[in-house]
């Protein structure tokens, strides 16, 4: 993908889990401006443990190991620390990343464009 010029803002919701390689996704980051802002929201490590341990006592049962043996997780929940490492070696110089207990989206970005 290419850009006529870099861009101000990458904004995503609920897209980054579903990336498994996120050193390959980081390195898109050259698109952003250095005085540019990512704004991201996805699950990150621990989201939907139960649901995770829910699915895998199902897919061991013997009703469903031959549907399902073949599963393979498609989504990748990292930690704050590894996506902190991930912007730094993207060219970050100024980053916040978290986890929330719970979703909670804003009602608009409008505060974040602002800062």
């Known amino acids: 993908m290419s850009l006529p010029e ?5 904004f995503s919701t609920a897209t980054f889990h579903w990336i498994l390689d996120h050193d390959e996704l980081f390195a898109w980051l050259v698109l952003l401006r250095p005085s540019g802002r990512l704004l991201a929201q996805c699950g990150g490590a621990g989201a939907l443990q139960g649901v995770i341990r829910a ?3 199902v897919a061991s049962e013997p009703r469903w190991q031959d549907h399902l043996a073949a599963f393979a997780p498609n989504w990748y929940f990292a930690t704050p620390a590894e996506t902190g490492q991930r912007l730094m070696r993207s060219g970050s110089s100024r ?4 986890c929330s207990p719970s979703c909670s989206p804003r009602r608009s970005p409008s505060p974040f464009w602002r800062q």
């Not at 980053?95 to 978290?98: E, R």
């Open 55 to 57: 699915a895998e006592a």
């Open 6 to 10: 870099p861009v101000d803002v990458i």
């Open 95 to 98: 980053h916040d990343a978290g």
